[in-house]
């Protein structure tokens, strides 16, 4: 397949910029949605030997395919270890194997905090969301935390519906840290949008580290529903190369359900 | 699989069929259905679209779980009409109950539940406001002071319906692939029906008895029905039909077509064998993965 590395959609530099994310990482929990192709891209590009945790109970992934789901047979032939999800969340996240928790969500804060359980009130919600699944043990457990999403004023919000899975700086109770609590994890690190990449600061808040190709900051600020600190320099994201746009269309989503 | 649902499986139940995504009892479900049991309380870690046809079956009282979505395509649409302000509020029925944990909260309810255990205690839960959604999740205090962790009941269902690839006559049970949290529902429940893809010989469960997830000892019913777990899947023996899964999204948007659905797929036919003769063998065909054999081990003979 020719690929035209010229031009990319928005959803894939998102992809490419997450999976990048990834290079020198060791042990990576996938969560439902964006953060699976991600992974998976990254395991054919900057991060060969990237273990692939699956909450389904897989560990060391060898997937052929893209994974329909999280709980797809690929992820099972080939693998290191199959487990019970008891031995997968107790032993391995919870027993603090695992290095990156990679997860998607509907709403996130300034801080990390997610929301993946409803818009509106929860006795009575506007929409309903799938829920936690593994993300609020996983955002307590996991070493660290990235999140790949796209961004808009319903999305990136002032105040979250609900909070699913806690983020930075964890000091909710007495002021108490995340490691004051026990917590193994320190929380989200990255961001990863359609339009930019933020990081977080000592203060837990995010901030925009580098902007995608093709964005601007007034588009970030109009998709956002607060005025975020801004990096001084501004990053540029490296588009996407032809190797990696190739990967993505030819052999991960050639059906273009992320990427669309 | 008639007689065992009309035995074991009684209106007011607390029924899980479990399986992570793998091994999903879609047969026992519409069953279910069929027999047009009431008042249920399902428990799933996900629903999937199982729960959703169920739901939409007009079988279920209470929902109890920790993901609730159509994997890799978007929401359950039947459930959502049951737990959403304006559908609820605009069909004048109650809504949907709703008992929600993570996943690992889920899992431990089960692991609670086999061990004759008051409680199961995580790390996690902390800061959220899954708490608040669900009292019954509950911080405590180490007993050995060294911090807080969340404590989750114990879930004991009245019925597990577990899928799996073969059992023998008396219920032993073997499953590869994802394992998910049979083992640990199965133990948990006061009756267990266990659907397999093949029945098999004694002496083949105890060749290979590293693969026993259920023994005979805690199973009521065994049920033989080939392709059961349709439109989910069986490791090795048949891949998801994820055709089916997308095209669900559209019918289950629209009631009269998810009504429509029930109907022809599911009240209309006697069971899992004409199911999958309507489904045709040309579909089924499509489902069947290339082979991947493990090694054989040698469990030696010892005398």
């Not at chain 1, 490419?16 to 991600?38: D, K, M, T, W």
């Not at chain 2, 027999?35 to 046809?53: E, G």
Request: aromatic residues 8%; hydrophobic residues 40%.
């Amino acid at each position: 397949m020719s690929v035209d590395a010229g031009t990319f959609t928005k959803s894939e530099m998102m992809i490419v910029a997450a999976a990048r994310e990834l290079a020198g990482q060791h042990v990576c929990f996938v969560g439902v949605g964006l953060p699976n192709i991600a992974v998976n891209l990254a395991k054919r590009t900057v991060a060969p030997d990237l273990e692939l945790v699956y909450e389904a109970g897989v560990f060391g992934a060898r997937p052929a395919r893209l994974p329909l789901s999280i709980g797809d047979p690929t992820i099972v032939t080939g693998a290191t270890a199959v487990t019970s999800m008891f031995e997968l969340f107790a032993f391995y996240l919870q027993g603090g194997l695992v290095d990156v928790g990679f997860l998607g969500a509907a709403q996130i804060d300034r801080f990390g905090n997610i929301n993946t359980t409803v818009i509106g009130e929860y006795g009575a919600p506007a929409t309903r969301l799938p829920g936690s699944g593994g993300a609020c043990e996983i955002a307590i457990n996991a070493r660290e935390v990235f999140v790949i999403m796209r961004q808009s004023k319903r999305s990136f919000v002032e105040r979250i519906d609900f909070r699913t899975s806690p983020g930075n700086p964890g000091g909710d109770v007495a002021g108490a840290t995340r490691a004051e609590q026990g917590w193994l994890g320190r929380g989200p690190s990255v961001v990863v949008t359609d339009l930019g990449i933020y990081r977080f600061d000592d203060s837990g808040e995010m901030g925009l580290e580098s902007l995608h190709p093709g964005a601007t900051v007034e588009e970030v600020r109009s998709t956002m529903g607060w005025e975020p600190r801004i990096a001084d320099p501004l990053g540029m994201t490296v588009a996407p190369t032809a190797v990696e746009l190739r990967l993505i269309r030819a052999e991960l989503d050639p059906g273009g359900a992320y990427t669309k | 699989m008639r007689d065992a649902v009309a035995d074991l499986v009684r209106d007011g139940d607390t029924v899980a069929i479990e399986g992570f995504t793998h091994l999903i009892s879609f047969a026992a479900g519409h069953e279910i259905i069929r027999q047009r049991k009431r008042d249920l309380t399902l428990a799933r870690l996900t629903p999937d679209v199982i729960y959703d046809q169920m739901v939409a079956g007009g079988v279920a009282r209470k929902l109890v779980f920790s993901w609730l979505g159509n994997p890799g395509v978007g929401g359950l649409n039947a459930i959502r009409r049951r737990i959403e302000a304006a559908p609820v509020a605009a069909s004048g029925e109650p809504a949907l109950e709703v008992e929600e944990y993570s996943h690992f909260g889920m899992v431990g309810r089960y692991v609670a539940g086999a061990s004759n255990l008051p409680f199961f205690p995580l790390r996690s839960y902390f800061e959220t406001d899954m708490p608040k959604a669900n009292p019954l999740i509950r911080p405590i205090e180490s007993p050995y002071g060294d911090g807080i962790v969340y404590a989750v009941p114990p879930l004991r269902p009245d019925v597990t319906i577990v899928h799996a690839q073969r059992a023998d006559e008396n219920g032993n049970t073997q499953v590869w692939g994802l394992l998910g949290c049979q083992k640990e529902a199965a133990f948990a429940a006061e009756r267990v029906i266990v659907v397999v893809e093949e029945l098999v010989d004694e002496s083949v469960v105890r060749a290979d008895p590293n693969r026993t997830i259920i023994p005979g000892l805690i199973v009521d019913a065994v049920v033989v029905e080939p392709f059961g777990a349709h439109p989910s899947y069986v490791q090795g023996a048949y891949d998801r039909d994820n055709r089916f899964y997308l095209d669900w999204d559209p019918i289950s948007r629209d009631e009269d077509a998810t009504q429509a659905w029930l109907r022809e797929w599911v009240h209309d036919l006697a069971g899992r064998a004409a199911y999958v003769e309507k489904l045709g063998e040309k579909r089924v065909a499509t489902l069947r993965p290339g082979r991947a054999p493990s090694g054989v081990v040698d469990y030696g003979d010892y005398r």
